[in-house]
Nanobody, 120 residues
Framework: QVQLVESGGGLVQPGGSLRLSCAGS????????MSWHRQAPGKERELVAV????????NYADSMKGRFTISRDNARNTVYLQMNNLKPEDTAVYYC?????????????WGQGTQVTVSS
């Protein structure tokens, strides 16, 4: 079955960096667009970044542009999120996502999430 497993979260000071990883299995990773989302306490889940199948096409939420970089390694079935200059407002659970088309329908798959806490 489809599995997405995130890792790399933790506690970091403001201005610090973290790299999140998401390993995918159970589907053809190299032909699937991938995305990162986040959900802060008391807030709705929001899109962070999206990457196309080859890695050449990326898009970011405005507040992450210039600080976050999404990338992928199709040989390792892994998508990454490099986060630099982290701010306290970046504190959230970060989720990996892919949407697969099967039997004429779109199915959205999520990982279990990884906690990122930015605090001094």
């Amino acid at each position: 079955q489809v599995q997405l497993v995130e890792s790399g979260g933790g506690l970091v000071q403001p201005g610090g960096s973290l790299r999140l990883s998401c390993a995918g299995s159970g589907f053809t990773f190299s032909t699937s667009a991938m995305s990162w989302h986040r959900q802060a306490p008391g807030k709705e889940r929001e899109l962070v970044a999206v990457i196309g199948t080859t890695g050449g096409d990326t898009n970011y939420a405005d507040s992450m542009k210039g600080r976050f970089t999404i990338s992928r390694d199709n040989a390792r079935n892994t998508v990454y999120l490099q986060m630099n200059n982290l701010k306290p407002e970046d504190t959230a659970v970060y989720y990996c996502n892919t949407v697969l088309s099967r039997w004429g329908l779109n199915y959205s798959y999520w990982g279990q999430g990884t906690q990122v806490t930015v605090s001094s």
